[in-house]
């Protein structure tokens, strides 16, 4: 079965620092992935997926993440966040083969930006 | 519509009552999901619909809960016989056919 690990539950990090958010799965078959963000008091939004193409896929508010088949990673990047990037943010994987269409989650990591 | 919504938002029960949570979709979507989400950790597929066909289940989904969705547009989780460990957030989502999954506010259950 697929499992999603994110490696940090809390990240805090200064207002324009760079951040990555780590997260790795575990599949023997291919996987579409996701990000998902949740804002306090909100649900779940998606940031960015992966399904197919180019590895490299970016949200329009400058996140972005890279799938790397290799080591079974899909990392979530920003090259300078925000105060309004605190958020609570979940990686997701999806096994499309066989037809299950659900949304197997990890953890969460908690990004705190401080000014 | 401006997406997914549930209701009620919270709701408080005492143990062994029954509890049913509503979850009306994005009118246009034919698939519908359940999630549960417990404090620290990610939401957990609880069960999909495929308009009113109930097409995967979890094994988290005991003989206690059940749902349905007759018309394929608004769908009800129940939990009969509540249990402490029941207390969680339950999360509604809806895609089109391999679209994106979209997600409700959520229902927060409290059972003391």
């Known amino acids: 079965a697929q499992s999603v690990t994110q490696l940090d539950s809390q990240v805090p990090v200064f207002e324009e620092a760079p951040v990555e958010l780590r997260c790795n799965y575990s599949?023997?078959?291919?996987?579409?992935l996701f990000w998902y963000v949740q804002y306090p008091n909100q649900g779940l939004q998606l940031l960015l997926k992966?399904?197919?193409?180019?590895?490299l896929v970016e949200s329009i508010n400058g996140f972005e993440a890279e799938f790397n088949k290799s080591q079974t990673s899909f990392h979530l990047r920003k090259p300078s966040v925000h105060i309004s990037d605190t958020a609570e943010y979940f990686c997701?994987?999806?096994?499309?083969?066989?037809?299950?269409?659900?949304?197997?989650f990890g953890k969460g990591t908690k990004l705190t930006v401080n000014p | 519509d401006t997406g997914v919504s549930q209701n009620p938002r919270h709701k408080i029960t005492k143990r062994g009552q029954n509890v049913t949570f509503r979850c009306d979709p994005i009118?246009?979507?034919?698939?519908l999901y359940w999630y549960r989400q417990t404090l620290g950790q990610g939401p957990e597929f609880l069960t999909y619909?495929?308009?009113?066909?109930?097409?995967?289940k979890s094994r988290l989904l005991s003989d206690r809960f059940s749902a349905e969705r007759p018309k394929g547009s608004f769908s009800t989780l129940e939990i009969q016989r509540t249990e402490q460990g029941d207390s969680a957030m339950y999360l509604c989502?809806?895609?089109?056919?391999?679209?994106?999954?979209?997600f409700g506010p959520g229902t927060r259950l409290t059972v003391l």
């Open positions: 989502a809806s895609s089109a056919a391999w679209g994106e999954q979209f």
């Open positions: 599949s023997s078959v291919s996987v579409y």
């Open positions: 992966y399904l197919s193409g180019s590895t």
């Open positions: 997701a994987v999806r096994m499309p083969q066989g037809g299950s269409e659900k949304l197997v």
């Open positions: 009118s246009e979507h034919n698939r």
């Open positions: 619909f495929q308009n009113e066909a109930q097409l995967e």
